[in-house]
C-alpha cells in the first residue's frame, strides 16, 4: 500500500511540475529528468548554475535542494508562508494546482534584484518569526537523522563499559545516514507524543531501506546504536525506524561464528572481544557478619537489594580483587550456569538446542549473499530473519518448503546481519535472547561521552567530569 501512495505522489508531482514548466518557457519532458530538472530550476529562477554542484554534499543538499522550489513557487508568485510550507510538504496537491490555474503565470527569476524590485514583498513579524522557527525544526531535523544524535544509557547492560546516566554522541555518518523509512513524522520525536502519547508518525507512507554511503563499515566489538528487531511483533508492530533505540557491542560481523563456553565468548572458534571493564555476577560468601549496603553504593557496585548470604553483586575485575580482599569475605563463586542445561528464553528457543546464556552456539550470522539450505536444523535460526526482517512468506507443505508460493528447498540472505551484546552480559537482554540485527536497523556507530550525570551522586558530585568527552572502545 505504501508503494502505491509513493507511486501516486510521483506521479502527481511531477504532473505539476511537467505544466509549471511550459508556463516558464519550457518543454515540460524536461521536468521529468534528475539533476537536469535542478538545473533548468536553477535558470528558471535565476540561481547560478555551478549551485547544482551542491547537490553532491550531504546534508547541504537537502536545504539547496528544497530552496529551488521555493524559488520555482516565488517565480510564480507564491511568496506567502504556507504556499512555501505546501511546495516542500504537499508538491503534490500544489504544484498540479498552479499548473492548473489560469491565473498563475511565469512572472519572472525571483533570485534577482529585478524581480524584488518588481515584486516586492515585505514580511510580517510573525512571518520572520515562522521562517526563523520552521528553518531551526528543518535544520535540526536533518542534522538529528543525517549526521549526529544525542543518546542517553537508560540501562545497564554495557556497564561499566557505558554508565546509565551517560549521554553520547551517535554519529550517522560513519556507517551512512539511513534514509527515514517513516518519513512523516513529529519532529524530536522518536515514536511517542510527548505529552500526549500516541504514535508521533504516521506508518501511511513508507520507504524502502536505503542507506547513504558511509566512512566505514560496522568492525567487530564497534558499540553500535540500532532499532530493537522485537518491536517488530505485537503489541508494538513499528516500522523500523521507529522502533526503540537500543546500544550493544557488534561483538559478531556477517559471516562470524559465534559461540560461548562457561561465559567465554569465541568469535570463529578464536576467544572473542573481553570488555576490560565489562561486568559479571558473583555469588559472595562472608563469615557471617554481611556485606556493608554503604560500602557497595559507595563503590557503585550493583547488587539484589532483597538477597541475603550468599550475596549476588555485578563485579568488574578490579572490584572483583577488591571484594575478594576484604577481611569478611570467605568465598567469591561466578554465577555461570552449566553446560547442555536449557534456559527458556534464549535463541532460538527450539527444543533442538538446549543452550543458555553461558553456554550457547556455535551459530553463524548471515551474510547478504550467503545461501542456507532450508530444512529443521537451519529454520529454527534464520525463519525470523527470512520472513520478518525480509518480508517473506515461508511455508512447509507435505513435499517441502515454499518461499513466496514457490517450492525451494534454499534462501539466499538479502541483508547483512550483526551478533549484538552488552559488556555487562549478566544483566543483558541480547542476541542471546533475540537473534541477530539486520543491517536496515542500524543507527549509528557511539562516539564520545559528551555529559554524565551520576543519580546517586551528591550535590557536588552529580556529573562525573572525569567521563566528559572521553571516547567510547
Known amino acids: 500500500m505504501g508503494y502505491i501512495v509513493f507511486a501516486i505522489i510521483l506521479v502527481l508531482t511531477h504532473y505539476g511540475l511537467w505544466k509549471l514548466f511550459v508556463k516558464a518557457g519550457f518543454k515540460g519532458w524536461e521536468s521529468l529528468i534528475p539533476i537536469y530538472r535542478e538545473y533548468l530550476i536553477a535558470k528558471i529562477s535565476g540561481r547560478p548554475g555551478w549551485w547544482i554542484a551542491l547537490l553532491l554534499i550531504p546534508i547541504v543538499n537537502i536545504f539547496v535542494f528544497f530552496g529551488l522550489y521555493i524559488d520555482l513557487a516565488k517565480d510564480f508568485g507564491k511568496q506567502r508562508f504556507w504556499e512555501h510550507a505546501a511546495t516542500i510538504l504537499l508538491p503534490f496537491v500544489v504544484f498540479p494546482l498552479w499548473g492548473n490555474d489560469a491565473k498563475t503565470t511565469y512572472l519572472g527569476m525571483s533570485a534577482t534584484p529585478a524581480f524584488k524590485e518588481k515584486y516586492p514583498y515585505k514580511k510580517s513579524l510573525a512571518r520572520e518569526w515562522a521562517d526563523a522557527i520552521v528553518f531551526a525544526v528543518v535544520a535540526a531535523t536533518l542534522i538529528r537523522g543525517f549526521l549526529i544524535e544525542a543518546y542517553m544509557i537508560p540501562t545497564g547492560s554495557m556497564e561499566k563499559s557505558l554508565l546509565v546516566g551517560d549521554f553520547l554522541f551517535v554519529s550517522k555518518l560513519n556507517y551512512g545516514p539511513r534514509v527515514p523509512m517513516t518519513p512523516i513524522a513529529f519532529p524530536f520525536a522518536h515514536h511517542t507524543m510527548p505529552l500526549t502519547g500516541g504514535k508521533a508518525y504516521w506508518d501511511g507512507l513508507q520507504l524502502g531501506y536505503t542507506r547513504l554511503p558511509g566512512f566505514e563499515e560496522i568492525e567487530r566489538n564497534d558499540v553500535v546504536v540500532f532499532n530493537y528487531p522485537m518491536e517488530a511483533d505485537a503489541p508494538f508492530n513499528r516500522p523500523v525506524d521507529k522502533r526503540e533505540n537500543y546500544i550493544k557491542r557488534a561483538v559478531g560481523i556477517p559471516g562470524d561464528t559465534i559461540s560461548l563456553r562457561e561465559a567465554k565468548l569465541y568469535v570463529n572458534g578464536e576467544p572473542g572481544f573481553e570488555p576490560p571493564h565489562g561486568q559479571m555476577d558473583y555469588y559472595v560468601y562472608t ?29 568488574t575485575e578490579e572490584a572483583y580483587n577488591e571484594v575478594k580482599s576484604w577481611a569478611n569475605v570467605t568465598k567469591i563463586i561466578p554465577n555461570i550456569r552449566h553446560r547442555d542445561t536449557a534456559e527458556p528464553g534464549v535463541f532460538p528457543n527450539n527444543a533442538l538446542y538446549s543452550w543458555n546464556i553461558d553456554n550457547f552456539g556455535p551459530v553463524v550470522v548471515p551474510k547478504k549473499g550467503w545461501t542456507i539450505p532450508l530444512d529443521t536444523l537451519t529454520l529454527p535460526f534464520y525463519e525470523r530473519a527470512i520472513t520478518v526482517y525480509e518480508g517473506n512468506t515461508l511455508e512447509k507443505r507435505t513435499d517441502g518448503y515454499y518461499l513466496n508460493g514457490t517450492k525451494t528447498d534454499s534462501y539466499t540472505f538479502k541483508m547483512n546481519y550483526y551478533w549484538m551484546m552488552g559488556d555487562n552480559r549478566h544483566n543483558s537482554e541480547d542476541a542471546r535472547t533475540w537473534g541477530f540485527v539486520p543491517e536496515d536497523h542500524i543507527v549509528g556507530k557511539a562516539l564520545f561521552v559528551w555529559l554524565s550525570w551520576d543519580k546517586d551522586g551528591t550535590f557536588l558530585s552529580k556529573i562525573r567530569w572525569n567521563r566528559l568527552f572521553m571516547g567510547i572502545k
Open 287 to 315: 563469615d557471617g557478619t554481611g556485606l556493608n549496603p554503604q560500602r557497595l553504593h559507595d563503590m557503585r557496585i550493583e547488587y539484589y537489594t532483597y538477597a541475603r548470604e550468599p550475596y549476588l553483586l555485578f563485579l
